[in-house]
């Protein structure tokens, strides 16, 4: 079985090709559903898992929350600073901080507990089981009771796109899981593993970490490195028990 720790592979890896969605429906309709803050309160906080170069946080405090993002790329974070802003009259800010979220001692990252923590594409690329427990552990620690999580994940695409079947089957040997291979790049190069999650899967994982009504909506997209590439993604929202 292949010996790779995804901690390797994602601290040196360019920041400027770190895999993103630009667009984010799901999650802007889900934010805009939440309850806005009583009128004087202090603009609620946002923690961004595996932020990469800071897009979607900028995004997120333009929409007017306190942001953190953290990352285990040094060169992704000190991308990511150029978007930072100091806080505000609200105490609004949006900052920046490199901590691994997939190691079994729970990240130092400054800040009250948080009101909402978004995680995008990340728990498929952690590395194996104990990484993505590790993982939704943290995020419901980060968490206040009651607050909001939002995290999005790929999906297992056998029956839609024959290539994903020939990885899985391919790469198994290397992996030891099913619904895993290894993401490479142009010249065949091992950038990462990445597992495709049933939805069953995922909401188990999640309720598993402490979370309450966990709901997984599933869509037919693409590959967010190969748009070429049919793919299906879930889209998990859940509460911190
Ligand atoms: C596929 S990218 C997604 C980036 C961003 N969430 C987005 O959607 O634009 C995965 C990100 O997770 C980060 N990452 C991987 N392992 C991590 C870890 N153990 N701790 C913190 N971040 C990690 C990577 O460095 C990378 O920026």
Not at 80 to 103: E, H
Not at 118 to 127: A, D, H, K, R
Not at 135 to 154: D, K, Q
Not at 171 to 178: I, Q, S, W
Request: charged content about 25%.
């Amino acid at each position: 079985m292949d010996q790779r720790d995804a901690r390797d592979d994602w601290r040196g890896f360019e920041a400027g090709r770190i895999p993103s969605k630009r667009a984010t429906p799901h999650l802007d309709r889900w934010l805009d559903a939440l309850p806005p803050p009583a009128a004087g309160a202090p603009a609620p906080c946002l923690l961004d898992v595996g932020c990469g170069t800071g897009g979607l946080a900028r995004r997120l405090y333009d929409r007017g929350f306190s942001v953190v993002g953290v990352d285990i790329n040094p060169a992704a974070i000190e991308a990511a600073s150029a978007l930072a802003a100091p806080a505000d009259g609200r105490g609004r800010l949006l900052r920046f901080a490199v901590a691994d979220v997939a190691a079994d001692a729970p990240p130092r990252i400054d800040g009250a507990a948080f009101d909402v923590v978004v995680c995008q594409l990340v728990l498929s690329i952690i590395g194996g089981l104990r990484e993505r427990v590790n993982l939704l552990r943290h995020l419901r620690g980060a968490l206040r009771p009651g607050g909001g999580l939002y995290l999005s994940a790929s999906g297992v695409s056998d029956t839609i796109n024959p290539g994903y079947a020939r990885l899985y089957a391919e790469d198994l040997p290397r992996t030891g899981e099913h619904a895993t291979y290894l993401s490479r790049d142009e010249r065949g190069e091992v950038l990462y593993m990445t597992h495709h999650f049933t939805a069953e899967e995922l909401a188990a994982l999640v309720a598993a970490a402490g979370f309450g009504g966990v709901r997984v909506s599933t869509e037919r997209e693409s590959s967010s490195r190969r748009p070429e590439e049919a793919a299906y993604f879930h889209y998990v929202t859940a509460a911190a028990r």
